[in-house]
């Protein structure tokens, strides 16, 4: 799964059916390509993103991080991780999840316990507000919850043909119909 951050939010993308990311690139950033992937990249046609991240429990989860624009920090404080977003080079760490967020609820008593992924750093005069929802759920949650995130990344429309307009001079003249 990959957390991207950027001033002041985080985007998950999630590797689809062939558990392999696209590749990204800075340079490669648009208005229709947020995550500047890699559209050439056979692993980019099933990535899928949220703005949430979701886990599956009991599974290792292998977290690639990227910044697009100051360092940022991808922090887990109730899984005790943290690794730096840091812009042009990709972090990573590995952990497992054991304990699922409605088990959390349980033996919290807390029916409002959230996971929570924060930026640590002081990135900018939004940093305060800059976190994503975290949830451990069952392998089939999971597999239901990627079902209904969005595509990272959908080829554009082809454009329809510009209209080709006549010379200003032009002193054709229609051609009758027969």
Request: hydrophobic fraction near 40%; glycine fraction near 6%; charge should be neutral.
């Amino acid at each position: 799964i990959q957390v991207y951050a950027k001033q002041f939010d985080f985007t998950a993308r999630y590797a689809g059916n062939d558990n392999e990311l696209a590749g990204s690139y800075f340079k490669n950033i648009t208005d229709v390509n947020p995550l500047g992937l890699d559209t050439l990249d056979k692993h980019v046609g099933d990535d899928r993103i949220a703005s949430e991240l979701v886990m599956p429990v009991g599974e290792e989860i292998e977290l690639v991080i990227n910044s697009r624009d100051v360092i940022h920090s991808v922090y887990l404080p109730h899984f005790r991780v943290q690794m730096n977003a840091v812009p042009g080079m990709t972090t990573r760490f590995h952990f497992k999840p054991t304990i699922t967020t409605a088990k959390m609820k349980e033996i919290t008593g807390n029916d409002k316990f959230e996971y929570i992924l924060l930026c640590n750093k002081i990135c900018g005069v939004a940093h305060y507000n800059m976190k994503m929802p975290v949830r451990v759920v069952e392998k089939d949650e999971y597999q239901s919850f990627l079902a209904g995130t969005k595509m990272a990344y959908t080829k554009p429309e082809a454009a329809a043909p510009a209209p080709v307009a006549a010379p200003a001079d032009s002193t054709a003249k229609p051609m009758a119909l027969k």
